[in-house]
């Protein structure tokens, strides 16, 4: 049995069958209200059923929109902003735990993303930046704007926690509302949560420590941030791992590691054309940086393929998990087929339709089969 990935770990309370997750991937397979369909629950089954210790939800909405995506000819995500989620979500978080895996909801808020279409009015952000490529303006969030929307997270934390769920993830990476607030290109404040590193992440911090409030310390509550914008003036390097370490001691157990933002450096989120071992790990560099300066688990993302990557990431104390997407698009029984002795590479080639078809179709690999 390959070791150390299939060790058992301890994520916060939480106890892993092993140390390999499923990083959150848009599915697309909500309903228009963002219900989780049986098909979810069949691709989700299928994965605990494979190996894979834990799985993390795509990102599921803190709060409703005004028009649904429909309207917009594009998938709806998920959704947790009311009651009415808990039990259909209950269904599949014991479907998941009958083949031996654990389930993370993962939530978040899209920031200056959100389409105003579906909004009603302008996307909300802490700085009035505009997006390059859809020329839209946020407006500068008031303080009670970051006051309601701290509660929302709050509350969708405790729905999560009352749905059986084993742990939230907080969508902080990839130029959500947590990344906006973090970064200098996107936060231009002058009050207390702009200018020092300290206030610029003390949105998230104070979203971790309301969670923490309602669910308890027995909850494992994980986040998901970027370390490199990749923009000029955005976050990076040091300072964004002197921020995650704050971050993480207001309460949380564990930090994924990845990078980049949809609006403005998609291509560096999930690397095109990864074929060699030297390639994979792309966010290597920031996990280490972060295990010299947390107690909170580190997850690494990005580009991972090959089980000896993985093993030397493990074995070096670089991350204590690892987490891949695509390669489980590709093969759903990677982790099975690992375990069991084969340790071929993933076959996933990066050819990334599946990140370019995300908001249209519901999830699938075109490798052998592309997109007309």
């Not at 429909?70 to 947790?80: D, E, K, Q, R, W």
């Not at 009015?121 to 700085?127: D, G, I, Q, V």
């Not at 990078?259 to 030297?278: C, K, N, Q, Y």
Request: charged letters at 20%; hydrophobic letters at 40%; proline letters at 6%.
């Amino acid at each position: 049995m390959p070791e150390p990935l299939f060790q058992p770990a301890a994520l916060g309370g939480l106890e892993l069958p092993n140390r390999l997750v499923r990083a959150a991937t848009f599915e697309g397979m909500a309903t228009d209200q963002g219900f989780p369909t049986a098909r979810l629950r069949e691709l989700y089954c299928r994965l605990a059923g494979s190996g894979v210790g834990l799985i993390i939800t795509s990102g599921a909405t803190i709060g409703a929109w005004a028009k649904r995506p429909s309207t917009l000819g594009v998938l709806s995500p998920l959704a947790i902003h009311h009651d009415r989620f808990i039990e259909p979500w209950a269904e599949i978080v014991d479907a998941v735990h009958a083949q031996g895996a654990k389930l993370a909801l993962q939530i978040g808020h899209n920031g200056r993303m959100e389409p105003p279409e579906l909004r009603g009015s302008a996307p909300m952000a802490p700085s009035a930046v505009p997006l390059e490529a859809t020329g839209v303006t946020p407006r500068e969030m008031t303080q009670d704007d970051i006051a309601e929307v701290v509660e929302l997270f709050g509350r969708a934390c405790g729905r999560a926690q009352a749905a059986g769920f084993d742990a939230v993830e907080f969508h902080g990476a990839h130029g959500n509302l947590i990344t906006n607030f973090m970064s200098p290109f996107t936060n231009r404040r002058s009050d207390g949560y702009g200018g020092s590193a300290a206030n610029r992440a003390r949105f998230a911090v104070e979203v971790v420590r309301r969670c923490r409030e309602l669910v308890g310390p027995g909850f494992t509550l994980l986040m998901k941030l970027s370390f490199d914008d990749f923009t000029e003036h955005g976050l990076r390097g040091q300072e964004a791992v002197d921020m995650a370490a704050l971050i993480a001691a207001a309460g949380l157990d564990g930090i994924e590691v990845s990078g980049g933002t949809l609006s403005e450096s998609g291509e560096r989120i999930a690397v095109r054309g990864v074929r060699a071992p030297s390639q994979e790990a792309y966010f290597r560099e920031y996990a280490r940086a972060l295990k010299q300066r947390t107690d909170a688990s580190v997850i690494l993302v990005g580009g991972l393929r090959s089980l000896g990557v993985i093993q030397e990431v493990l074995a070096q104390g670089e991350a204590d998990l690892v987490a891949m997407s695509r390669p489980f698009i590709r093969e759903p029984e990677l982790a099975r087929r690992w375990e069991s002795g084969d340790t071929r590479e993933a076959s996933c080639r990066s050819c990334n339709q599946c990140f370019e078809n995300w908001m249209f179709r519901p999830l699938r690999c075109y490798l052998d089969h592309p997109q007309p």
